[in-house]
């Protein structure tokens, strides 16, 4: 049996990526399938489902700064947003119940709040794939929308403990040691090597943050995020991170797998199906319009707005719980399954074109923006090259042409934190996002001879390339791939250079040590 949801899954998710939507759209489908063809899930599924969300959440502290969950627009749009939509559900489940457009609209006002409540939060895991994909963790859009979810993630625990009567027990408050005991793990986290020793204790971590709150009654998944924090500031993190994310995805299909075995739709619930899904239009301009309000731009508002713009899967934790208390009917449970998954593949598809929507778009959506919170963008005075992307590749390819071409080269990079470090390290860097065709308006490419893209994602570098020509660019473009097959469509758009840093490595190994050859041969 375990063979054969994973080879449906694999071939649901492989035929919806021919589309060019994302995988998890198929698995989505494949759990209704198999569901419907009278599969039986085995606890392996649940299981790898749980290990799935629970690495996620660790993976999200390891790169969470506590700093931004303090922030206004993250914290206060959270509740706010909650409240506001709370309000405009109820408002819309009474009208539709009293024009009698469902049976299923007719409910009483107890229910129809554990709906809406139910329906206010974004779903974690749809959120952080898009993100990942894109590149865009550590872009702003990117970490408002993460700390948003970690907010909702915190009132989810509180409506817990208050719904289940569940009072953490009173040795919770020792979890406060994990602190004093800080120094420690970081110790061990040095001298744990590269190899797979690291990802061993990454699963350690994680597992066993979630076990050690699990064992004081609070929510498991809330361990491994605070445990993944304590991680966050040490050197190795981000490499910590990449270890675990291809095991992460791995469990994560179960998820998604688990989502399509909740329940079955009927015909007849169609109509309130459709009628919850279209509500995610409102649940995107009330973020939209609370972000705005708080001074954030047009186009970070928009980002972020359109990635929280889905349900989450505790939605469907919120509906079980109001079934086995008698609060909610099972076709309530049915309905929000279904829109939940829905929502996946509408916020899935939109997103991946949000940054072409935006270009079209970009004079409406920050006519709505506040006096002085437009994007400010340091120009790079002086550049003829730019760098696109300063990790380990951008910053050895910067260090490599500086020497001779000096303030010729300058480095972009999204991450304002990185940006700081750098510019205090002593390098040329701008802030800025590749894939905004404002950036590349304002920076004006008149003297930009020579555009390197260092960037992560394959996703982000094409998006890059749409930018680069709707800008009018008409200089080179040299880029890094992984895969062959990445080179080869990059080179079909139209990328000058495509440098592929796994199997074209060996060649600059052998440049950089050219020079030793004739020294080892005079001492033979």
């Known amino acids: 049996m375990d063979f054969l949801w994973i080879l449906v899954a694999f071939l649901f998710g492989f035929a919806v990526k021919q589309f060019g939507m994302p995988p998890l759209v198929g698995y989505l489908i494949a759990g209704f399938g198999l569901h419907g063809f009278g599969v039986t899930p085995e606890s392996s599924l649940d299981t790898l489902a749980s290990i799935?969300?629970?690495?996620?959440?660790?993976?999200?502290?390891?790169?969470?700064?506590?700093?931004?969950?303090?922030?206004?627009?993250?914290?206060?749009?959270?509740?706010?947003?909650?409240?506001?939509?709370?309000?405009?559900?109820?408002?819309?489940?009474?009208?539709?119940?009293?024009?009698?457009?469902?049976?299923?609209?007719?409910?009483?006002?107890?229910?129809?709040?554990?709906?809406?409540?139910?329906?206010?939060?974004?779903?974690?895991?749809?959120?952080?794939?898009?993100?990942?994909?894109?590149?865009?963790?550590?872009?702003?859009?990117?970490?408002?929308?993460?700390?948003?979810?970690?907010?909702?993630?915190?009132?989810?625990?509180?409506?817990?403990?208050?719904?289940?009567?569940?009072?953490?027990?009173?040795?919770?408050?020792?979890?406060?040691?994990?602190?004093?005991?800080?120094?420690?793990?970081?110790?061990?986290?040095?001298?744990?090597?590269?190899?797979?020793?690291?990802?061993?204790?990454?699963?350690?971590?994680?597992?066993?943050?979630?076990?050690?709150?699990?064992?004081?009654?609070?929510?498991?998944?809330?361990?491994?995020?605070?445990i993944g924090m304590l991680l966050a500031p040490h050197a190795k993190a981000a490499e910590l991170y990449k270890s675990l994310i291809g095991f992460k995805d791995v469990f994560l299909i179960g998820f998604f797998l688990s989502i399509g075995f909740t329940a079955l739709p009927t015909a007849d619930m169609i109509i309130p199906v459709l009628v919850v899904t279209l509500l995610l239009v409102i649940k995107f301009m009330i973020f939209f319009v609370l972000l705005l309000g708080f001074r954030v731009s047009g186009r970070t508002s928009y980002l972020s707005s359109l990635a929280l713009t889905n349900f989450s899967e505790f939605g469907l934790i919120v509906a079980s719980l109001s079934v086995d208390n008698g609060w909610l009917s099972d076709d309530w449970l049915v309905i929000i399954a279904v829109s939940m998954s829905l929502s996946f593949v509408v916020s899935s598809f939109l997103y991946r074109r949000a940054h072409h929507f935006y270009a079209l778009y970009k004079d409406l959506v920050n006519q709505f923006e506040r006096p002085g919170a437009h994007t400010r963008f340091d120009k790079p005075e002086g550049a003829e090259i730019l760098i696109l992307g300063m990790g380990r590749v951008g910053k050895g390819a910067y260090q490599a042409l500086d020497h001779d071409l000096g303030k010729r080269v300058w480095g972009i990079e999204s991450d304002a934190e990185r940006v700081t470090k750098l510019k205090e390290e002593g390098f040329r860097v701008a802030a800025g996002d590749a894939d905004d065709l404002e950036f590349w308006e304002r920076v004006g490419n008149e003297r930009i001879s020579l555009v390197m893209m260092a960037l992560p994602s394959h996703f982000e570098i094409k998006g890059t390339l749409e930018m680069l020509r709707l800008s009018g660019y008409q200089g080179k473009v040299a880029a890094v791939a992984r895969y062959e097959d990445e080179r080869q469509e990059l080179i079909d758009l139209g990328v000058d250079v495509v440098f592929n840093y796994y199997s074209e490595v060996g060649a600059g190994f052998a440049a950089e040590s050219r020079h030793l050859i004739g020294t080892a041969s005079s001492d033979w």
């Open 52 to 226: 799935g969300i629970t690495l996620m959440l660790f993976t999200i502290g390891l790169k969470l700064n506590v700093e931004a969950l303090l922030k206004p627009e993250v914290w206060a749009t959270s509740l706010i947003h909650t409240g506001i939509w709370s309000a405009v559900v109820v408002a819309g489940v009474v009208l539709f119940g009293w024009i009698g457009l469902s049976e299923y609209f007719d409910l009483t006002l107890q229910t129809t709040l554990l709906v809406a409540f139910a329906l206010s939060f974004s779903s974690t895991v749809c959120v952080i794939k898009m993100l990942e994909e894109a590149s865009e963790l550590k872009a702003r859009h990117g970490k408002i929308a993460v700390g948003i979810l970690v907010i909702q993630d915190i009132v989810a625990v509180i409506f817990l403990v208050a719904s289940t009567g569940k009072i953490p027990s009173v040795w919770a408050i020792g979890l406060l040691g994990l602190w004093l005991i800080r120094p420690v793990i970081h110790q061990v986290f040095t001298r744990v090597g590269h190899g797979e020793l690291l990802p061993l204790m990454g699963f350690f971590l994680a597992l066993g943050g979630a076990e050690l709150f699990e064992a004081v009654k609070m929510k498991g998944d809330l361990g491994a995020l605070l």
